[in-house]
């Protein structure tokens, strides 16, 4: 527990499982969106796909992954067919 409170002095939070739920649901949405859209020769799905799967890095609210992972899905949803 003191390496918990050790890192969390230096600034290192661990995500909560909301997050990580998010990040592991967006990130396969987008690795399906991905190969469609290389399957199906369609640029906008698979870099839609590339952005599901990569933006959670560089997100640290689990509000946010929500918000950005749901417009994305949405956008990939639209592009599918």
Do not use: C, D, H
Request: proline share 5%; aromatic share 14%.
């Amino acid at each position: 527990m003191n390496e918990l409170k050790a890192l969390e002095s230096m600034g290192l939070v661990l995500p909560s499982p909301a997050y990580l739920l998010g990040a592991i649901i967006f990130g396969l949405l987008g690795y399906a969106a991905f190969r469609r859209g290389r399957k199906t020769s369609q640029p906008v799905l698979t870099w839609t796909g590339v952005a599901l799967m990569l933006y959670p890095y560089a997100i640290s609210q689990t509000w946010l992954l929500w918000v950005l992972g749901a417009g994305l899905s949405a956008w990939a949803i639209a592009r599918w067919n």
